[in-house]
């Protein structure tokens, strides 16, 4: 019998990135590497300068010689078959020039996030340096500059009105297209408002994207995760456009699921769908866990006509697909309860939605269970001394884009002690239920249970 075991390499696309090294851990360098091994490459990098940062701000920083830049990419791409680099900080015109002619000879893709302003509005590159950035945008496959960059190399003020110009946007998308580049992202991350516009533009097609902007200051780094997972996801093939929408909703979750670390506002949990993945095992089967006690537990007298749902969010959901449940919903026996079938991600929508909802407000409600509601029901809740609060269909606005979001918005707060159950008396053709929330299973199952024998004293309620 031998000791030794055959290894089993695995293969990865090989990404290379050149920018500068962040001592805090969010941006930069450090945050390209973690990226890229996130979304399922292999990073390798070219360090243009050294920074001393936190999550407060920079010390000071030393750009590298260029000698040393040209042996570190010499290394790289004389060894590695790289399939995508992207760019980062470049600090000087002689650091983007000479990236510039090396980017000449890729036959990979390249994706330039020009860093030239930061959060503050300050330049952090000087006039030479910018125009030096024109050779490199020739030899781009994506460039990504946010507002305040777009308007340094096309002299559009995307946002000159103080909130996200969507005309400024597609006019100096198509200005950087005419220095050479395939494609821009111009992103509207750093503009004020409630919403972040993002826009991207091709020699083919421009596409418009809007999503609701996470209220957290804790955005540093964001461009160099965006653009590092956009990179890599090139690296395997993807569509531009694929890459692009991928990545950004990676980066909003990222954001949205930002690590609490340090004096400053935090950093971008670049591992944030790793993470996700991850917990999808585990959620499943607290879902089957809390079934098969309601089975024993023969919680029949709960079970709406529409059928009962149990439903479980990964620790960073963020659509109805991160949250396992019942395929078929729990459904009435004879004498009992059972599921129709076994347990799906993304097998729930109605309880889903507003679990999704009131994660809004409560990011920590990880489960829900949708019960009977009446006259018995209402007055165990009453004997039980738990917050109700509840919602009425009547008023929900024409077109709203989810009854569920719409209700979860009318019932919670981000301030306020959050309920325990919630009540929607339903209306024509909508049955009248009870939703029970929790931040973990056992808690949101003992809740049903308490209910289901609360209800078993029917002499108490009269």
């Known amino acids: 019998m031998t000791n030794t075991r055959r290894p089993a390499p695995t293969e990865k696309p090989v990404v ?116 030096a950035y024109e050779d490199l945008i020739a030899e781009a496959t994506l460039v990504t500059p946010n507002a305040d960059e777009a308007a340094v190399l096309t002299d559009i003020d995307v946002g000159g009105s103080g909130h996200p110009d969507e005309a400024g946007a597609r006019l100096a998308g198509q200005r950087v297209l005419t220095m050479g580049a395939d494609a821009a ?23 418009t994207a809007r999503h609701p902007r996470v209220d957290t200051d804790a955005t540093h780094g964001s461009g160099c995760t965006l653009s590092a997972a956009i990179a890599t996801r090139l690296a395997r093939g993807e569509s531009l456009a694929d890459a692009v929408g991928r990545s950004v909703d990676f980066m909003e979750r990222a954001v949205r699921y930002h690590h609490d670390v340090g004096a400053g506002p935090g950093a971008v949990h670049h591992l944030v769908d790793l993470r996700n993945d991850a917990a999808r095992d585990e959620t499943a089967e607290r879902v089957s866990d809390i079934v098969e006690w309601f089975v024993e537990e023969n919680v029949r007298p709960l079970v709406p006509e529409v059928g009962m749902n149990v439903v479980a969010a990964t620790p960073y959901a963020e659509e109805p697909g991160d949250a396992a449940a019942v395929e078929g919903r729990i459904t009435k026996t004879i004498d009992g309860i059972a599921p129709n079938r076994g347990v799906r991600f993304g097998a729930s929508s109605h309880v889903a939605r507003f679990l999704l909802g009131a994660r809004e407000y409560h990011p920590e409600f990880r489960f829900a269970v949708n019960c009977r509601f009446d006259d018995d029901v209402e007055d165990a809740l009453s004997s039980l001394d738990w917050s109700v609060v509840e919602y009425d269909r009547s008023e929900e606005p024409d077109g709203a884009d989810s009854t569920m979001e719409w209700a979860a918005g009318e ?27 929790a931040a973990d299973g056992r808690t949101v199952a003992e809740r049903v249970v308490e209910l289901q024998r609360e209800l078993d004293r029917p002499d108490e309620h009269v």
Do not use: C
Not at 105 to 115: Q, S, T
Not at 194 to 206: A, C, G, M, P, Y
Not at 423 to 432: F, I, L, N, Q, T
């Open 411 to 437: 019932v919670f707060a981000p301030d306020a002690e959050p309920p325990v159950a919630v009540v929607d008396r339903g209306a024509v053709g909508k049955e009248a239920i009870t939703k029970l929330l």
């Open 16 to 131: 290379l990135t050149i920018a500068g090294s962040d001592s805090g851990g969010g941006a930069g360098i450090q945050a390209d590497l973690k990226t890229i091994e996130a979304t399922g490459g292999f990073g390798t990098s070219a360090v243009t300068a050294v920074t001393a940062q936190n999550t407060t701000g920079v010390e000071s920083s030393h750009v590298l010689p260029i000698a040393e830049l040209e042996a570190q990419l010499d290394a790289v791409l004389s060894d590695f078959d790289v399939r995508a680099a992207k760019t980062g900080m470049l600090a000087t015109a002689e650091v983007v020039e000479t990236v510039a002619d090396y980017a000449a000879d890729f036959d990979f893709p390249l994706v330039v996030d020009p860093v030239m302003v930061a959060a503050t509005g300050d330049r952090l590159l000087t006039e030479a340096a910018e125009d």
């Open 185 to 207: 992202l111009v992103k509207g991350g750093h503009m004020p408002g409630d919403e972040v516009l993002d826009v991207l533009v091709t020699e083919e097609t421009i596409e």
